[in-house]
């Protein structure tokens, strides 16, 4: 009996050690035989990009410190308008829009001619550059004759003149076909949206009209 009793107690596994092996099983002992989590590759990842998410907003935020709030304000000086205070260049005025490609509706210098407007590229710095000025109701171009060329930008005629020649940047068009003159100094290099922009707000706002170019100039008179 002593035999049986001795030989059953050795072959059973004694209660409640083969549960902690198996509860031990999926944990990973550490050094001090403490069982350590294991982090998923998600959890990591998110660790390592909120430090680069940081980093990238102080810059983008350093960035929008130094650009200029509002572009650099205009100084125009008085030109001849007689029709400025006309109802189709209050009509003009107030459809501008405020960007006109990259350049942004800047604010003028008082006392300001009436009916004009302006905007410029704004900056990261305080560094001026040239803008774009309209005027509205100005007199018909000295050299706009019946021999000039003109250029149609979506069904607006334009009539330009270079500044070239006098040392200047930019060029002048003149809207030619309004009833009204309408007069847009560009800058060089600003490519054909000003235009473009300009014409369909004209178009839209300003009925079209015949032209009325001076007489060719005849020689000797």
Not at 11 to 37: I, L, S, V, W
Not at 80 to 96: F, R, V, W, Y
Not at 98 to 120: K, N, Q
């Amino acid at each position: 009996m002593k035999d049986d009793e001795t030989s059953t107690g050795h072959g059973d596994t004694p209660a409640g050690h083969g549960d902690t092996a198996a509860g031990r099983a999926d944990e990973q002992p550490t050094d001090t035989g403490r069982a350590r989590p294991v982090r998923s590759p998600a959890v990591l990842a998110t660790a390592v990009a909120l430090p680069v998410a940081v980093i990238v907003a102080v810059i983008v935020s350093a960035l929008l410190a130094g650009r200029s709030a509002d572009p650099e304000p205009v100084s125009l000086g008085p030109v001849p308008a007689p029709e400025s205070g006309s109802p189709q260049c209050a009509s003009l005025l107030d459809a501008l829009p405020e960007a006109v490609g990259d350049f942004e509706r800047a604010s003028l210098v008082e006392p300001a001619p009436e009916a004009t407007a302006a905007w410029r590229v704004v900056t990261f710095d305080d560094e001026p550059n040239e803008p774009i000025v309209l005027r509205c109701g100005v007199d018909r171009p000295l050299e706009f004759d019946q021999a000039s060329a003109l250029q149609i930008v979506d069904d607006v005629q334009w009539f330009e003149v270079s500044g070239e020649s006098i040392g200047l940047e930019s060029s002048s068009w003149f809207a030619v076909d309004r009833g009204i003159y309408v007069g847009v100094t560009i800058p060089n290099g600003s490519g054909p949206t000003p235009l473009q922009v300009f014409s369909e707000v004209m178009a839209d706002t300003l009925p079209p009209a015949p032209i009325d170019p001076a007489p060719i100039p005849v020689p000797g008179n």
